[in-house]
């Protein structure tokens, strides 16, 4: 019998929720954003041709995940991830646990409060093909982009340059409280507090760089686009170690 879907013990509302929570846009006539409290999900799927479906990208913050479980549960909707990330997905395995010693700032320090505990989806997690290609979006490949976690993906679709960076990079300084909250327009690497190979989350910018994507949704912060983003990624591969890399931690090397 499969065991019972659920969640971490852990996951609880986390004290903090920037101005743009509550709030959605369309990006694209297929693309929908939504910010929950200080995460931003996708929603891929035209709404014109509603029998198709709809691909939700990312599960939002902890108060979220008793809804995406019932979701999965009633609908026996197929969940998809890197197979580096399924002891994650299935209650096997805890994330390492955040460390509140890196530089940045308030958010930083409460890093504590933030789950790493595993979930647990049951058969419904699968592993994406591994050619790159993506159940239901045939016009997207994802992108193994390790750094922030060892199965973090990207979505990348090449006939409009449109990506979905997750958190291999964000717009948003996401160590300090007051940029969290407000907004602030900045690029940035991964979260400093829950980044364990900055080495490989140097590797993963690097490659998403070179796609030259005309715009990116980004797991924090406003979406970038056109030349804002073209530049902003250059000077974060130039300048990796001063905007990304903590100067001390416990994941630092």
Same mark, same amino acid.
């Given at each position: 019998?499969?065991?019972?879907?659920?969640?971490?013990?852990d996951?609880?509302? /986390?004290?903090?929720?920037?101005?743009?929570?509550?709030?959605?846009?369309?990006? *694209?006539?297929?693309?929908?954003?939504h910010?929950?409290? %200080?995460?931003?999900?996708?929603?891929?799927?035209?709404?014109?041709?509603?029998?198709?479906?709809?691909? /939700? $990208?990312? !599960?939002?913050?902890? !108060?979220?995940?008793?809804? %995406? #479980?019932?979701?999965?549960?009633?609908?026996?909707?197929?969940?998809y !991830?890197? &197979? =580096?990330? =399924?002891?994650y997905l299935?209650?096997?395995?805890?994330?390492?646990?955040?460390?509140?010693? $890196?530089?940045?700032?308030?958010?930083?320090?409460?890093?504590?409060?933030?789950?790493?505990?595993?979930?647990? =989806?049951?058969?419904?997690?699968?592993?994406?093909? @591994?050619?790159?290609?993506?159940p239901?979006? @045939?016009?997207?490949?994802?992108?193994?982009?390790?750094?922030?976690?060892?199965?973090?993906i990207?979505?990348?679709?090449?006939? &409009?340059?449109? =990506? #979905?960076a997750?958190?291999?990079?964000v717009?948003?300084?996401?160590?300090? #409280?007051?940029? $969290? *909250?407000?907004? +602030?327009?900045? %690029? @940035?690497?991964?979260?400093?507090?829950?980044?364990?190979?900055?080495?490989?989350?140097?590797? @993963?910018?690097?490659?998403?760089?070179?796609?030259?994507?005309?715009?990116?949704v980004?797991?924090?912060?406003?979406?970038?686009?056109?030349?804002?983003l073209?530049?902003?990624?250059?000077?974060? $591969?130039?300048?990796?170690?001063? %905007?990304?890399?903590p100067?001390?931690? +416990?994941?630092v090397?």
């Amino acid at each position: 019998m499969d065991q019972e879907m659920k969640y971490g013990e852990d996951y609880t509302y /986390l004290p903090a929720t920037s101005i743009a929570s509550g709030k959605g846009k369309e990006l *694209l006539p297929d693309i929908y954003c939504h910010t929950i409290q %200080i995460v931003n999900i996708c929603m891929i799927g035209n709404p014109h041709k509603q029998q198709e479906g709809w691909v /939700l $990208v990312d !599960a939002g913050m902890p !108060a979220s995940a008793e809804a %995406i #479980i019932e979701l999965v549960k009633r609908w026996d909707v197929p969940v998809y !991830a890197h &197979d =580096l990330e =399924l002891p994650y997905l299935t209650g096997k395995q805890a994330y390492p646990p955040p460390d509140p010693t $890196v530089d940045g700032g308030l958010f930083a320090k409460l890093s504590p409060l933030f789950p790493n505990e595993p979930i647990n =989806l049951g058969h419904h997690v699968k592993p994406f093909p @591994s050619d790159g290609s993506i159940p239901m979006l @045939s016009d997207w490949r994802w992108i193994h982009t390790p750094g922030h976690t060892p199965g973090h993906i990207s979505f990348y679709r090449e006939a &409009d340059r449109c =990506l #979905i960076a997750g958190d291999a990079f964000v717009t948003v300084q996401q160590e300090s #409280i007051y940029k $969290v *909250l407000m907004q +602030k327009h900045e %690029i @940035s690497g991964p979260p400093k507090y829950f980044t364990t190979d900055w080495e490989q989350a140097r590797q @993963s910018v690097i490659k998403l760089q070179a796609l030259n994507p005309k715009i990116a949704v980004t797991g924090h912060g406003l979406p970038m686009t056109d030349e804002e983003l073209s530049l902003n990624l250059r000077e974060l $591969v130039e300048r990796f170690d001063e %905007i990304a890399i903590p100067s001390s931690g +416990k994941y630092v090397h």
